[in-house]
Structure formats: structure tokens, C-alpha cells
């Protein structure tokens, strides 16, 4: 049957597009998650009449379809857990329009984050949702998990740049929802329900982004407190002195110890707290912006503030958070970022939290965060040959996000739910939410050929 699957497609949209050999399966098999599964075809399709056609086909066969960007996912959201066609984006990979009078970029799912931004920049545009995968995830993929970053705090997140979408639904029919304008109340906003949706709803193939003005310059600075508490309180302050900066990361002393032995950022590594603070705009206004952080944290009792005077010295200091994972993988083979949210102010109490997890197994559970969205990544690292580590592995994810829970919080803030949280989904949406979630599912895909068993 498949070969006669793969057979109809090829004959469809050409034969080079389509592969059943065993060496592409594999490679298809695993994301950024712990989890693996082969497809059973690959089709690297190269337009949106591509996608028609394998859906028309997928779903008169009733075969599951996972369509999939760069494979960044941390919960297995594009791992095929029952066979089917995994639908490789990256062909589309073109952006078609970056229109300089409304500020808006249209563009391929396959583009890479990272090279939209870049192109964009070049013309005095901003596109500030920043994924740390972003050099490598695609704009599709974040579409499709409603990515986010430490520019959340002040510009949001994907969600809040999307202001239209083209998307091939389960049977091949074309839906095109929002467009080039800005405001739009008609209707359910179909765009936003789009948003986050992992695959399960349909397949995009054309995005419209909403661009800002780049801002005109930046400055950083490293601010290092003797507890998470003082740390908190000065998140909080400079948001009350009204600066909203463009970053605002907590990196917990575990965090800076590893990530100093990887490299040197320049971190302490007896300090129980660092933050990362980036304030951005124009000339003047960051100048004033710097002296109004500098002075909050110290009278939150900031043990030292070092400010970068050169771009060299910024790159230094954001280096060490963004080698921050791999920093943790030199020391331990698995790393397992996880990803809870709770109200801001509840940040340094979730991260005490995690480390009276961490105490209680007796593993190792560096934690970042964005301190300024109460978004935390404790990385449960293991060497899943030692039998005692990886049977905790479940235990301590359940405790943390059933803190996370407790304190009014979310699942996941930002990497999406995949197959890794779906038990966890569960437990946070109501038995009425659920069933809501599963009617739209099934007036979107009536079948559940669509990236199958995933999201919620
Ligand atoms: C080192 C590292 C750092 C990361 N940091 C962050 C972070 O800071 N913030 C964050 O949000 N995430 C982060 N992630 C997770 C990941 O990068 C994001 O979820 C990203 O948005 C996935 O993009 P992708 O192109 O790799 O998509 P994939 O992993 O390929 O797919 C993700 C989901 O999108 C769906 N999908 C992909 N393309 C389409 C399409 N065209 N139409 C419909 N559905 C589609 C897939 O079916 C799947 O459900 C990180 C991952 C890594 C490895």
C-alpha cells in the first residue's frame, strides 16, 4: 500500500520530491525531543500545489500527514507516532514580499526565523519574535507553536505578528484567513485559532507578518544579586519606573556555574542570580533607560551592575545565556528543557520550587528564565544510561508542573505540548475546554489524518 501511496504522489507532483528509502525515513524520525518515529514517505514539497495534492491523496486514504519545519520541536511534535507522510517544508522557503508601506513581510513557511529577521533589518524593519532556536527554526514551525523569546516581555510573541495566513486544510481545499490589514473584527479570528495549532489544523503555505520600525540602538547589562528574591523585586521595579526593557533573562547560580565551565561569559558563580537586561530605542532614550535600571537595582540590592561599553561586550554577556543548553549538554549526554509559565510575580518562588525539586531527587535542575513573563526553563539533565536518573525523569516533570499549576500557571509557555505533554494537557484545561478543542479539531479535519495524537 505504501509504495502504491508513494507511487500516486510522485506521479503527481514528480518523482524527486517523494522518498521511501530507508536511510531518509530514519533521519526523519527524531526531532529535539527524546522521542523518535519513522513515517513511512518523505515528501519535500516546493509549493503550496504540492501540499494540495498530497492532501487530496492523504486524505481519500485516510493516512496521516505531519507537516514539518526544521525539526526544532522539544516536545515531539513532528514525530510520526503511527506511520504516514511527513511533508518537509524547508522547499518553501522564499520570502515573497517585504512591503515598506504597511510594514508587513509575506513569506514561505520554510523560511528560516533568523534569515527573515536579517533580511528585514537590512531595511530598517524589526520582526522581534526571537525563538532561541531561531537561526534554525523556520517562520511555519513557530506559526504553528506560537514560538516566543526573550523579546516577549516588551513585543510579544509570534502570535502577535501574524496578521494572515494561507493554509491547505485536511482535504486539500485552500483557507485563507486575515490579510494585509492590521485591524479586522469580522468573524471568528480564525488566524489566531490557526496560531499554536502544531499541525493538527492544516498546513501553511503562505504567512503575512506584521514588521515594526527596528529600534535605533541598545545597551545590555549584567546585574548580580546574592538572592532570586532581590532579583524578583528589581524585575518588578524597573517595570514600575516604567522601562520595559527589549530583554530581561534570570539565569539561577547552577545556570551560570555550568555555563562558566563551558565558557567564560563572565558570570559569578557564587552569585544565587544573575539578569540579563537589554534596554532598546532611540539614542537618548536608552541612555536614560540604562541609568533608570542601574539605579532600581541598586537599591535592590544589586551586589554589582556591569554595563557593556562595546557591542563586544554585549555579545560576551548574551553569549553565555545563548550557549546555555549546550553548555548543559557538555555535562550531562540528555538535557530536557521543560517550560512552565506562572504570573510574573511568582517567578523566583516557582524557581525555589524547582530547586527543592531538584534537592528532593538529587539531580541537577539548572534553570533560566524570562524573568519578565514568568517563563521558566528548569533542564532536567541525566545520563539516561544510569537507570536511578532517567526513572526520575517523570516524577520530577510531574512536580514541577504541578507547581507550576498550583501557582495559577501554564504547561507550557512557549515549545507547545507535541506528544511529551498531552497527559499534562489534561490536567490544565477543563473537561468543557477539552471538548470544545476536540469539535474544532474534527470541523477542521474530520478524519484526524493531521499531525494525529498531538497538542491536546
Ligand atoms: C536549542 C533550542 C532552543 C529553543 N528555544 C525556543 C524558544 O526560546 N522559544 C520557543 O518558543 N521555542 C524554542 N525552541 C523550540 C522550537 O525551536 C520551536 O517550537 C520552533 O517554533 C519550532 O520550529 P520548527 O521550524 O523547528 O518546527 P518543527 O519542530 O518542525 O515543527 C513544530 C510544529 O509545527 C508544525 N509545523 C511546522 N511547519 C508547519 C506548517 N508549514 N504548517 C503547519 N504546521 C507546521 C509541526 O507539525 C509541529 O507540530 C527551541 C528549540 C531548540 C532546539
Redesign the pocket.
Known amino acids: 500500500m505504501i509504495d502504491n501511496l508513494a507511487k500516486e504522489i510522485a506521479a503527481r507532483i514528480g518523482k524527486s520530491k517523494v522518498t521511501t528509502a530507508p536511510e531518509d525515513l530514519v533521519c526523519y524520525s527524531y526531532?529535539?525531543s527524546m522521542y523518535s518515529g519513522k513515517p513511512d514517505i518523505v515528501v519535500r514539497v516546493e509549493s503550496k500545489t504540492d501540499v494540495i495534492h498530497v492532501l487530496k491523496i492523504a486524505s481519500q486514504k485516510q493516512v496521516p500527514v505531519?507537516?514539518?519545519?526544521?525539526?526544532?520541536?522539544?516536545?515531539g511534535?513532528?514525530i510520526p507516532t503511527n506511520g504516514g507522510i511527513i511533508?518537509d517544508?524547508l522547499g518553501?522557503s522564499k520570502i515573497i514580499e517585504i512591503d515598506m508601506d504597511n510594514f508587513i513581510a509575506v513569506c514561505e513557511?520554510?523560511v528560516i526565523t533568523a534569515h527573515l529577521q536579517a533580511e528585514v533589518e537590512k531595511r530598517g524593519l524589526f520582526y522581534p519574535p526571537?525563538?532561541?532556536?531561531?537561526s534554525?527554526?523556520?517562520i511555519?514551525?513557530?506559526?504553528?507553536?506560537?514560538?516566543?523569546?526573550?523579546r516577549a516581555i516588551k513585543y510579544g510573541?509570534?502570535r502577535d505578528y501574524i496578521l494572515g495566513l494561507e493554509?491547505v486544510l485536511a482535504d486539500g481545499e485552500v483557507l485563507k484567513t486575515g490579510g494585509k490589514v492590521v485591524k479586522d473584527v469580522s468573524g471568528y479570528n480564525l488566524t489566531q485559532l490557526l496560531i499554536g495549532?502544531?499541525?493538527?489544523l492544516?498546513?501553511?503555505?503562505e504567512i503575512i507578518l506584521k514588521l515594526i520600525p527596528l529600534p535605533e540602538t541598545k545597551r545590555t547589562l549584567l546585574c548580580i544579586f546574592n538572592t532570586l528574591e532581590d532579583a524578583s523585586v528589581a524585575v518588578t521595579e524597573i517595570l514600575h519606573h516604567k522601562v520595559i526593557p527589549s530583554m530581561m533573562e534570570l539565569l539561577d547560580k547552577t545556570s551560570t556555574q555550568l555555563i562558566q565551565m563551558y565558557m567564560d561569559a563572565g558570570y559569578p558563580t557564587d552569585a544565587e542570580a544573575i539578569l540579563l537586561i537589554e534596554v532598546d530605542g532611540s539614542n537618548e532614550d536608552v541612555e536614560d533607560q540604562v541609568v533608570i535600571v542601574k539605579k532600581v537595582c541598586e537599591s535592590c540590592k544589586a551586589r554589582s551592575i556591569k554595563i557593556a561599553r562595546t557591542k563586544e561586550e554585549e555579545e560576551a554577556i548574551w553569549a553565555g545565556r545563548k550557549a546555555g543548553?549546550a553548555a548543559l549538554s557538555a555535562y550531562k549526554p540528555v538535557v530536557i528543557?521543560e517550560d512552565a509559565t506562572v504570573p510574573r510575580n511568582l517567578l523566583p518562588e516557582m524557581m525555589r520550587k524547582v530547586q527543592d525539586i531538584a534537592k528532593k531527587y538529587d539531580v541537577l535542575l539548572p534553570t533560566f528564565g524570562h524573568a519578565g513573563d514568568g517563563n521558566v526553563h528548569p533542564h532536567i539533565c541525566i545520563n539516561p544510561r544510569h537507570a536511578d536518573e532517567l526513572d526520575k525523569v517523570n516524577k520530577i516533570k510531574e512536580e514541577i508542573y504541578r507547581e507550576a499549576l498550583n501557582l495559577g500557571g501554564t504547561i507550557t509557555g512557549?515549545?507547545?505540548v507535541?506528544i511529551v505533554k498531552k497527559e499534562l494537557a489534561k490536567k490544565q484545561h477543563s473537561k468543557r475546554s477539552l471538548t470544545i478543542m476536540t469539535a474544532i479539531k474534527k470541523a477542521f479535519d474530520p478524519n484526524n489524518i493531521l499531525?494525529p495524537g498531538?497538542?491536546f
Open positions: 526531532d529535539c505531519i507537516a514539518r519545519g526544521a525539526a526544532t520541536s522539544n516536545c511534535a513532528v511533508l517544508m518553501m513557511p520554510g526571537d525563538p532561541q532556536g531561531l534554525m527554526s523556520t511555519g514551525g513557530n506559526v504553528a507553536t506560537g514560538a516566543g523569546g526573550p510573541t509570534t493554509t495549532s502544531e499541525g493538527t492544516g498546513v501553511f503555505t543548553f528543557p512557549e515549545h507547545g507535541g499531525n498531538k497538542a
